[in-house]
């Protein structure tokens, strides 16, 4: 499958270093709000229904990066109405000590039959302005704002 030419959201402001807050390249991305079922119990982190069709339909090895640690996780791929992270969620969420109404921003990094790579931003509480203004629903894409 061919890549649309889409022009950039912004530049990076860094590729390595703290990854605590970073701006958004012209990687595709999702953010969440963080709910009682993402944090609690059930543990649950759905995928964006307009993320669906750039991620692969097969379970396969997902890796979380937040200031410069990964986390190893399974994507679920396989349902066509409901894509999530399963396995490793769970540690992400308590290694991190996220809480309801937290936000994170998933920026797709690395995308493959075999392996889906994301870049986390955790965002404490609610979204800064500058990147609430930026966010439509709770996913953007390039394509989407030309």
Not at 12 to 32: H, I, R
Request: aromatic share 12%; with cysteine.
């Amino acid at each position: 499958m061919e890549e649309p030419q889409v022009e950039p959201l912004s530049k990076p402001t860094q590729e390595s270093g703290d990854d605590e807050f970073f701006m958004l390249s012209d990687k595709y991305y999702f953010a969440s709000t963080l709910t009682k079922s993402h944090v609690k119990s059930s543990y649950h982190m759905g995928v964006p229904l307009k993320m669906f069709s750039l991620l692969p339909n097969a379970t396969i090895p997902a890796v979380l990066t937040y200031q410069n640690k990964d986390w190893k996780l399974l994507y679920h791929g396989e349902n066509p109405k409901n894509k999530r992270f399963g396995v490793g969620w769970r540690d992400f969420v308590t290694d991190n000590d996220l809480k309801i109404g937290d936000a994170c921003v998933f920026e797709l990094r690395e995308c493959g039959n075999e392996k889906l790579k994301f870049r986390v931003q955790i965002l404490r509480g609610d979204f800064p302005d500058e990147l609430l203004a930026r966010i439509c629903g709770t996913y953007v894409s390039p394509i989407d704002i030309e």
